[in-house]
C-alpha cells in the first residue's frame, strides 16, 4: 500500500509564493510519476503538473505555466511543487498522485492519491 501526504498548504496573499511537499511511505516511490492536481469548489478535479520517475521531463497545466514549478528528490521520497506569483484562482485543494509507467495529465490513470492540502491566495 503506497501513502501519500500533502503538507505545505495555507493562506497567502496575491503575488506571494508557497512550497508544497508530497511524501509517500514504501521504497517504491522512484518507480512513479508523480502529479499535482487541484480542486476547487463546484469545479473538475484539474491537472496542475506531473513529473517522470527520473525527474527528467515535467509538464504543466496552461493556468501554471511560467509560475509553478515541480521537483522530486527520490532519497526523501517526496515531490514538490513551487508555487510564485499567486493569484486568487489558484485556490483549492491540490492533490498529489502516483502512477506507474510515463507521467500523465488525466486523475483517473493515477493510482494513489494524498488527502489534499488547502492553498487559499487572497486579493
Known amino acids: 500500500q503506497v501513502q501519500l501526504v500533502e503538507s505545505g498548504g495555507g493562506l497567502v496573499q496575491a503575488g506571494g509564493s508557497l512550497r508544497l511537499s508530497c511524501t509517500t511511505s514504501?521504497?517504491?516511490?522512484?518507480?512513479?510519476?508523480m502529479g499535482w492536481f487541484r480542486q476547487a469548489p463546484g469545479k473538475e478535479r484539474e491537472f496542475v503538473s506531473a513529473?517522470?520517475?527520473?525527474?527528467?521531463?515535467?509538464n504543466y497545466g496552461d493556468s501554471v505555466k511560467g509560475r509553478f514549478t515541480i521537483a522530486r528528490d527520490n532519497a526523501k521520497n517526496t515531490v514538490y511543487l513551487l508555487m510564485n506569483s499567486l493569484k486568487p484562482e489558484d485556490t483549492a485543494l491540490y492533490y498529489c498522485?502516483?502512477?506507474?509507467?510515463?507521467?500523465?495529465?488525466?486523475?483517473?490513470?493515477?493510482?494513489?492519491w494524498g488527502q489534499g492540502t488547502q492553498v487559499t491566495v487572497s486579493s
Open positions: 513529473i517522470t520517475r527520473g525527474g527528467s521531463t515535467t
Open positions: 514504501g521504497r517504491t516511490f522512484s518507480t512513479f510519476s
Open positions: 498522485a502516483a502512477k506507474s509507467g510515463p507521467l500523465a495529465t488525466i486523475p483517473d490513470q493515477y493510482n494513489y
